[in-house]
């Protein structure tokens, strides 16, 4: 079981930055790839940024490629989003997720391969 908490979100200007974390409950987190999804309201989740075990592999929606970073600290069991640019259509409830994979350069982009999710933070863009 693991257990993902997330935080950093906020309400900012268009054109501004923030960064989000994702902290996890096990020792073990470097045995899972790690995804982050967005949720605006009455619209569907959808997927973000993903990042393999180990961090050597990562992949991007095409709507936040070049403005966000995905990266994870394994000794810190923490995974992070820094979001650079930011525009209104970012707003968002920000969820981060887990899967337990055996190929270390293995990453997904669909939420079904993902097993824990955290509770969400809220990122709101203002125009």
């Known amino acids: 079981q693991v257990q993902l908490v997330e935080s950093g979100g906020g309400v900012v200007q268009a054109g501004s930055s923030l960064g989000l974390s994702c902290a996890a409950s096990?020792?073990?987190?470097?045995?899972?790839?790690m995804a982050w999804f967005r949720q605006a309201p009455g619209k569907e989740r959808e997927f973000v940024a993903a990042?393999?075990?180990?961090?050597?592999?990562?992949t991007y929606a095409d709507s936040v490629k070049g403005r966000f970073t995905v990266s994870r600290d394994n000794a810190r069991n923490t995974g992070y989003l820094h979001l650079n640019s930011l525009k209104p259509e970012d707003t968002a409830v920000y969820y981060c997720?887990?899967?337990?994979?055996?190929?270390?350069?293995?990453?997904?982009?669909?939420?079904?391969?993902?097993?824990?999710w955290g509770q969400g933070t809220q990122v709101t863009v203002s125009s």
């Open positions: 990042i393999s075990r180990g961090g050597g592999s990562f």
């Open positions: 096990r020792r073990t987190l470097r045995e899972y790839s």
């Open positions: 997720a887990a899967a337990r994979t055996i190929i270390s350069s293995a990453l997904s982009t669909d939420a079904r391969d993902y097993d824990y």
